[in-house]
Every structure is written in structure tokens, then in C-alpha cells.
């Protein structure tokens, strides 16, 4: 008994049992997600009628617009407004400077492709996946949506809606195609990404910015197409 207390008091070996719990808790909040969202992801064609679209920011280059996964997530908005699966589309992005406004890059990019000024609503304190669900919900009044992403993200965007109070169903660009590391890199980050997610979902945090309630939605909602 004392060889394994003092086996166990190792840094080396003390390290290697942290990573090996953390390892399982990565894997099973990764199945969770997957298991929990089965059914709810689908194509644009095959997905049902939700009445907002909620686009999650993934970031803008130097000149200030899109990135590609962001811009494909955009495009999916955009066909998904246009085919008549949703009235009117959240973009929920990072605001937090004064520098970088990824909100109106988004806003911007719909109007480009075809969307109405009127028909976008925009969430400048979506930091977080979570908080842009829980902002979606608590400050925009939003109860049902289709949630846009990357394909190795819905799991984790679906489950995070859903556990913040949004009916909420996915659509996803593949990405894999066109970009493969990229690609790789976000299925890696999902591993880890995974377990706080099991917590925020869990534990549902206040967003950052809680309130007060916003009508932008309703008004997206409302407005002729």
C-alpha cells in the first residue's frame, strides 16, 4: 500500500492519471453530444421549417470579412432564408472591441448574397457557443431555430441550444473537402470543447451579458419578405 501512495505522489505519474481522466471525460462528453443530437441534423433540403436561422461567428480576416468557414456558414443562411426554411436570421458574433465588428461583417455578407437588411437581427455579445444560445433565448426571445455551424461543431451547437431553451434543429457545412487541416483541427478542438460544454450544459452559466430583453427578432420576424 505505501509503494502504490508513494507511486501516486510522482508528478510524472500523478500526470499521466490526469490525462487519462480527462481523456474518458473528453470521450464520453464527445458521445453524448453526437448521441443527443442524432436526428437533429440534416441537410437544407431535408431539415424542417424553424423561424430563425442562428449563424455562429467563426472569426474575420484582416480585411475585416469573413472567414471561409464563416462565410460557408453564411451561404448555408442564405440558402436556407431563400428556400423558405426560416423568416429571418440571428448572426451572433464577437463585439467585444471597438476594432472587431464581426456581427456587422456578418450582417454585411447576408445583405451581399441576397438576405433583406430587414430580415437579419444581430447578437454583438455572442462570445461563446453557449452564449450565443442562451442570448438567442433569454435576450432575443427566440424558442425554435436552426442552428448553422461547421459539421464537426453542430453536436456541440444543437446541444448547447437545446439545453438553453431553443427547439432547435442543425444544419452543417462539411468543410472536410475543402479544408482538411482546418477540418481536423476543429474535430481535435471538439474533444475538449466537448466537456465544458457538458458543463454549461449542465450548470446553464449567465451569459456574460444576461439582458435586457431585445426585439430584433420579432421585428426580423414580422417584416414582409
Not at 500523478?14 to 474518458?24: M, S, T
Not at 453524448?32 to 441537410?43: E, K, N, P, V, Y
Not at 436570421?89 to 448574397?113: K, P, Q, S
Not at 456574460?208 to 421585428?219: A, I
Request: net charge negative; hydrophobic share 45%.
Amino acid at each position: 500500500m505505501d509503494g502504490i501512495r508513494g507511486l501516486l505522489r510522482r508528478p510524472a505519474v500523478r500526470a499521466v492519471l490526469a490525462a487519462a481522466v480527462l481523456g474518458v471525460l473528453a470521450v464520453g462528453a464527445a458521445a453524448w453530444l453526437r448521441l443527443s443530437t442524432s436526428g437533429l441534423r440534416a441537410t437544407v433540403a431535408e431539415t424542417p421549417e424553424r423561424p430563425v436561422a442562428l449563424v455562429l461567428g467563426a472569426g474575420l480576416n484582416d480585411a475585416g470579412r469573413p472567414m471561409p468557414f464563416l462565410a460557408r456558414r453564411l451561404d448555408l443562411a442564405a440558402e436556407l432564408y431563400h428556400a423558405g426554411k426560416v423568416e429571418a436570421v440571428l448572426v451572433t458574433g464577437d463585439n467585444g472591441r471597438d476594432e472587431y465588428n464581426e456581427t456587422d461583417a456578418m450582417a454585411d455578407y447576408l445583405a451581399a448574397v441576397g438576405v433583406p437588411r430587414e430580415k437579419i437581427a444581430a447578437d454583438y455579445a455572442g462570445f461563446s457557443t453557449w452564449e450565443s444560445c442562451a442570448r438567442a433565448h433569454r435576450v432575443f426571445g427566440v424558442d425554435a431555430a436552426t442552428v448553422v455551424t461547421q459539421e464537426f461543431h453542430l453536436p456541440r451547437a444543437v446541444a448547447l441550444c437545446r439545453a438553453a431553451g431553443i427547439d432547435t434543429r442543425g444544419v452543417a457545412d462539411p468543410s472536410w473537402g475543402d479544408f482538411p487541416s482546418d477540418s481536423a483541427y476543429g474535430y481535435a478542438r471538439e474533444l475538449a470543447a466537448g466537456v465544458k460544454a457538458a458543463a454549461d450544459a449542465a450548470f446553464r452559466p449567465d451569459p456574460t451579458f444576461p439582458g435586457p430583453r431585445e426585439t430584433t427578432v420579432d421585428e426580423a420576424l414580422s417584416a414582409p419578405r
